[in-house]
């Protein structure tokens, strides 16, 4: 049973073409339990990241190859963490990435993350 939190709607966890993979946002959900396990943005964060990890390493790829990010957090006063924590997931060439303040997010979750991975 793949650790990677199913969908919770109508979509694909991840879709592959000739030469990228895109992958839905992913929530800070434990795809053991199903459920956001951490009120923190830390803990949360740290799992979207590791969330991350789990599809790369099913695609059989790595960070290295994450060239674009869209990251959706509901305060941006979290930055600093944010950063900080997404920052240690990756070497010195960080991919192209954009960050937004967000109202609310499903399973009223704190950060999502959507990327792109190059093959």
């Known amino acids: ?14 879709r592959e073409t000739t030469d990228l993979i895109f992958v839905s ?18 803990g949360q964060i740290k799992q979207v990241m590791e969330n991350m ?3 790369l390493k099913e695609t ?4 290295d190859q994450v060239v674009k ?4 957090l509901t305060d941006l006063s979290y930055f600093g963490t944010f950063n900080e924590v997404y920052g240690s997931y990756f070497n010195e060439e960080f991919p192209a990435r954009s960050a937004f303040q967000v109202s ?16």
């Open 53 to 55: 990890a789990l599809i």
């Open 69 to 72: 990010t869209t990251c959706f």
């Open 1 to 14: 049973m793949s650790k990677i939190p199913p969908a919770i709607g109508p979509y694909s966890t991840y």
């Open 25 to 42: 946002g992913q929530l800070p959900i434990n795809g053991e339990t199903g459920n956001i396990e951490s009120e923190e943005f830390s």
């Open 104 to 119: 609310k997010l499903p399973k009223d979750a704190l950060v999502e993350i959507e990327f792109i991975i190059q093959k």
């Open 60 to 63: 059989g790829k790595t960070f």
